[in-house]
């Protein structure tokens, strides 16, 4: 599991995508995301801008992130 520390209270879903390379673009994220292919802690997150706080897991296609 590959873990991203951020250095604010929260990232939203779609900007952390992005920063842990799991996608090229805001806009393949968003697709991703309304497509259901997202999971936050478990559960398909279909809002793009959640927000994605310390010690949550965010999995997209097999890949898990830790924020830390």
């Given amino acids: 599991m590959k873990q991203i520390k951020i250095d604010s ?3 939203k879903l779609d900007q952390l995508m992005k920063l ?4 090229g673009s805001g806009g ?3 697709s991703m995301i309304q ?8 559960k ?3 809002q ?3 927000k994605i706080r310390s010690n949550d897991i965010v999995e997209v ?3 898990k992130i ?3």
């Fill in 48 to 50: 793009r801008g959640k």
């Fill in 35 to 42: 497509d259901g292919e997202v999971k936050v802690n478990g």
């Fill in 61 to 63: 296609e097999g890949m």
């Fill in 20 to 23: 842990a390379d799991m996608v």
């Fill in 66 to 68: 830790q924020v830390l």
């Fill in 44 to 46: 398909v997150e279909y």
């Fill in 28 to 30: 393949h994220a968003k």
């Fill in 9 to 11: 209270e929260f990232i």
